[in-house]
């Protein structure tokens, strides 16, 4: 679909957009976005260096959930 579209297509779109929506509202809109991408991008960043902090004891103390062999109590 946007194969097809060239150049002058894209310049076409941005300036109905312009007009429909002010400078004023796809500058805040384009500022938000701007925001949304910095943020994902720590939280990215966060989330990658609280994983290389953890150490392999607390992945080793983590709860087994894994079912146990079957007891007395569940045979009956």
Same mark, same amino acid.
Do not use: Q, Y
């Given at each position: 679909?946007?194969?097809?579209?060239?150049?002058?297509?894209?310049?076409?779109? %941005?300036?109905?957009?312009?007009?429909?929506?002010?400078?004023?509202?796809?500058?805040?809109?384009?500022?938000?976005?701007?925001?949304?991408?910095?943020?994902?991008?720590?939280?990215?960043?966060?989330?990658?260096?609280?994983?290389?902090?953890?150490?392999?004891? %607390?992945?080793?103390? %983590?709860?087994?959930?894994?079912?146990?062999?079957?007891?007395?109590?569940?045979?009956?």
């Amino acid at each position: 679909m946007l194969n097809n579209i060239g150049p002058a297509g894209f310049i076409i779109i %941005a300036v109905v957009i312009l007009v429909l929506f002010g400078r004023g509202k796809v500058a805040g809109l384009m500022g938000e976005v701007g925001k949304g991408i910095t943020s994902f991008r720590k939280g990215m960043k966060d989330g990658a260096e609280e994983l290389e902090d953890k150490s392999d004891d %607390a992945a080793k103390s %983590a709860r087994d959930v894994t079912p146990a062999e079957e007891t007395e109590k569940d045979k009956a």
